[in-house]
């Protein structure tokens, strides 16, 4: 197995994530709010502007996109907390560590720009992912929302899970909202 390398992106590769997010909503259409379809209208400026509301991380295997995730702000009411969205890992990437590497590199980023702490959200009835993060280090709040997906049934809750950054890892805040 050779090895995965993940990079961020700037502006100027908006191509390359408009190209590996457009693959992630037709193979997981569930996981997302957006369709592929409503993605694939937007035109280069829509991307541009993706590109700079928040950093884009991809995973790639011989030089293949085989991950994303990106990183933005969480609450501005706590500037100190970054925020995971948008995973996803292409299916010959899972289980190989791609979501690994991706989760560890924007934890990186967020602790370089000086965030305190990292919020990931996750649906509290997806078992794997919360599973997931917690190996991580991600520790479940009681902060909690409706789920944004559409598939997702009537009543479907989706909490905050947080990962501190830094000197003092053992601390979880205590509230964190979106």
Request: glycine share 12%; with cysteine.
């Amino acid at each position: 197995m050779s090895e995965i390398n993940v990079r961020a992106l700037g502006e100027e590769d908006w191509q390359q994530y408009r190209d590996i997010r457009l693959m992630a909503l037709q193979d997981s259409p569930e996981a997302f709010v957006a369709t592929r379809t409503q993605e694939a209208a937007l035109d280069e400026q829509s991307w541009r502007e993706r590109m700079r509301r928040a950093r884009r991380l991809i995973a790639e295997r011989n030089g293949t996109p085989v991950g994303v995730v990106s990183l933005g702000q969480g609450d501005p009411e706590h500037s100190c907390t970054g925020e995971l969205f948008g995973l996803w890992v292409a299916p010959e990437g899972r289980g190989t560590g791609v979501a690994w590497k991706l989760v560890e590199a924007g934890a990186n980023q967020a602790l370089a720009e000086g965030h305190k702490n990292l919020g990931y959200w996750v649906g509290t009835s997806n078992g794997p992912a919360v599973a997931f993060a917690s190996s991580f280090g991600f520790r479940p709040t009681g902060t909690r929302r409706p789920m944004k997906v559409p598939n997702e049934t009537d009543g479907a809750e989706e909490m905050v899970m947080v990962l501190p950054l830094g000197e003092d890892p053992g601390t979880v805040p205590s509230t964190v909202v979106r």
